[in-house]
T-cell receptor
Framework: AQTVTQSQPEMSVQEAETVTLSCTYD???????LFWYKQPPSRQMILVIR??????QNATENRFSVNFQKAAKSFSLKISDSQLGDTAMYFC????????????FGKGTLLTVNP | DGGITQSPKYLFRKEGQNVTLSCEQN?????MYWYRQDPGQGLRLIYY???????QKGDIAEGYSVSREKKESFPLTVTSAQKNPTAFYLC????????????FGSGTRLTVV
C-alpha cells in the first residue's frame, strides 16, 4: 500500500526567508510522479510542483523547488523568498500505479509566513 | 474557462437525512474523485470513477453513495448511515494518465445540525 508521511504538522517562516517542508513515502512502483499541493485559506487546492521519479533532476517552478531522493523515498519542498501569500496547508501526494490511478495524500503541513 | 464546479459551498443537514453534493466538470476528464478532509487527517478517498457508469469504493466509502451517469457529473450522496458526516468535501478530476495530477473543485462544507 502507498503511504505518504509529512512529519511537520506546522511550520512558520519570516517573509523573504527560505523554508523546507518534508515528505517521505513508500511505494513499490519504480516509475511514478510525486506532487505538492497548496491549500490556502480559501481551501482551493492548487498544484504547486510535480516530479517524475525517473528524472534525476529536481523540479523547479519559480520560487518552489524540490529535493527528490528516490533511494531514500524523500520528496521535500523548498520555498525561497517566502511571501505572505504562501501561507497555506501544503500536501504531498503520491499516485498508486496501474489502472486504478488514485492519489494518496499526506496529512499536510500548515505553513505560516510572518511579516 | 474549464473547471470543476461544486455546489453548494455550504450545506446543513439534519441528523437522519440524506443529502447530495454536486460536482460538475467541463474539462472532458474521464476520471473523477471524491475526497473528505478533516482537520489533521489530510484528504481521504471516498469514491472514484474512471469511466461513465463505473465507480469504485475508496478508503472510507461506508455511509456514502455515488453515481456516474454522465461524464461531466459525479454527485455524492451522504446517507444517514454516515456516522460523522460533518467535514469538507472535495471533488477532483484527472487528465490523461495522471502525470498532471488532479484538478480540484472549490469544495463543499457539510455540517450536521
Amino acid at each position: 500500500a502507498q503511504t505518504v508521511t509529512q512529519s511537520q504538522p506546522e511550520m512558520s517562516v519570516q517573509e523573504a526567508e527560505t523554508v523546507t517542508l518534508s515528505c517521505t513515502y513508500d511505494t513499490s512502483e519504480n516509475n511514478y510522479y510525486l506532487f505538492w499541493y497548496k491549500q490556502p485559506p480559501s481551501r482551493q487546492m492548487i498544484l504547486v510542483i510535480r516530479q517524475e521519479a525517473y528524472k534525476q533532476q529536481n523540479a523547479t517552478e519559480n520560487r518552489f523547488s524540490v529535493n527528490f531522493q528516490k533511494a531514500a523515498k524523500s520528496f521535500s519542498l523548498k520555498i525561497s523568498d517566502s511571501q505572505l501569500g504562501d501561507t497555506a496547508m501544503y500536501f504531498c501526494a503520491l499516485p498508486s500505479g496501474g489502472s486504478n490511478y488514485k492519489l494518496t495524500f499526506g496529512k499536510g503541513t500548515l505553513l505560516t509566513v510572518n511579516p | 474557462d474549464g473547471g470543476i464546479t461544486q455546489s453548494p459551498k455550504y450545506l446543513f443537514r439534519k441528523e437522519g437525512q440524506n443529502v447530495t453534493l454536486s460536482c460538475e466538470q467541463n474539462l472532458n476528464h474521464d476520471a473523477m474523485y471524491w475526497y473528505r478532509q478533516d482537520p489533521g487527517q489530510g484528504l481521504r478517498l471516498i469514491y472514484y470513477s474512471q469511466i461513465v457508469n463505473d465507480f469504485q469504493k475508496g478508503d472510507i466509502a461506508e455511509g456514502y453513495s455515488v453515481s456516474r451517469e454522465k461524464k461531466e457529473s459525479f454527485p455524492l450522496t451522504v446517507t444517514s448511515a454516515q456516522k460523522n458526516p460533518t467535514a469538507f468535501y472535495l471533488c477532483a478530476s484527472r487528465l490523461g494518465g495522471g502525470e498532471y495530477g488532479y484538478t480540484f473543485g472549490s469544495g463543499t462544507r457539510l455540517t450536521v445540525v
